[in-house]
């Protein structure tokens, strides 16, 4: 899906949740982008979903 294999820096953010009277630690990886590649990604992201929503709605719609 994304093109490009370069070697990006991930922000980590860890928290503690509590679920079901237990903790559990939620870690979060965010990849550190330029402006530019953070444009880049958002695009992509966008072309793959909008391509993916289109074969439901085109899809013809079947009669009971």
Known sequence: M???TQ?????????T??????PITITDYTPV???EQREKRKKEIERT?????K????KP???A
Do not use: E
């Open 17 to 22: 949740a509590v679920f079901q009277g237990k």
């Open 33 to 35: 982008l330029s402006p």
């Open 49 to 53: 979903l909008y391509g993916i929503f």
């Open 61 to 63: 719609k079947k009669s």
């Open 2 to 4: 994304f093109t490009g």
């Open 55 to 58: 074969k439901y709605v085109d």
């Open 7 to 15: 070697n990006i820096k991930y922000a980590k953010d860890t928290r």
